[in-house]
């Protein structure tokens, strides 16, 4: 299990130990005057802040990366980070919420400029702080069947699946990113922070069910997948997986799987 399970899990992964959802955790580490001056600021960081720091990333790329990069990362997991998990833990989770909002992803508003309803507010209700933000007003109240439907789909559709933090161990966002996802760019793209953890799985390739068509391969967005000229089969990049189980949408015959993270020695400790 990944460090945060151990600090926040109580013997299970954190983002299914409900507490982490609660009014009590939210008051221990948060308050409605930060979250609303954070949220607030939300869309002018992503703009200028994240800006500015790829710029002197690519200005000072040594430096950046020894001093720099380790720096933004420890802040992040304190104040706002996500970590992946597959469409099925997902799902799972929203059967224990009463309050479920969608809400415009501010991400895409930022990277592509169109309004896209990617994210849900889940666990405590915040829509008291999110109807005094203009970014953040226009939510959609749903059920639990209704959001389980929209996150099946948009897994179909390639989107990860990721829990948020309001200051850890506060989850309060289940996000739903592509390569537009600013925390992607943030990570994979621009390389100048840690900001989405790697999910408590690996995938698994089943060599006698693949057909090598590499469906998978062109899903993935981290370069998880590979395929073998030789043998004319696609396997998984250990390292490089996220476990995120989006490929499997793809598979149409069924030859991918997810195994815990920590059964794999290879990628046990790859968060």
Known sequence: MCQFCTSHGEGKKWYENLSNYTEEVFNQVNSEQHLKAYLSNFARSLRVDIKTAYRWKKRMPRLYNFIFYPLVTRHLKKTHFGQIIPVEDAVNLLDNFSSIVRLPCICRKVTIAEEKR?????????????????????????????????????????????????????????????????????????????????????ADIDPLLCNGCRECLQRCYFGGIAYDRKNKKCTIQLMNCYGCGICRAVCRQNAIRLLDRSAVPEAAHAW
């Not at 209700?125 to 996150?151: S, W």
């Not at 699946?161 to 992607?184: E, G, K, Q």
């Open 118 to 202: 990617f994210c849900y507010g889940i666990g405590m209700d915040l829509t008291p702080i999110f109807k005094d933000i203009p970014d953040f007003r226009d939510f959609d109240r749903l059920t639990a069947h209704e959001a389980k439907a929209q996150l099946r789909q948009l897994d179909t559709e390639g989107n990860t699946h990721s829990v948020w933090t309001f200051n850890t161990p506060f989850i309060a966002a289940l996000c739903n990113c592509d390569r537009d996802c600013m925390a992607y760019r943030v990570q994979i793209t621009m390389k100048i922070g840690k900001v989405m953890w790697k999910g408590e799985y690996v």
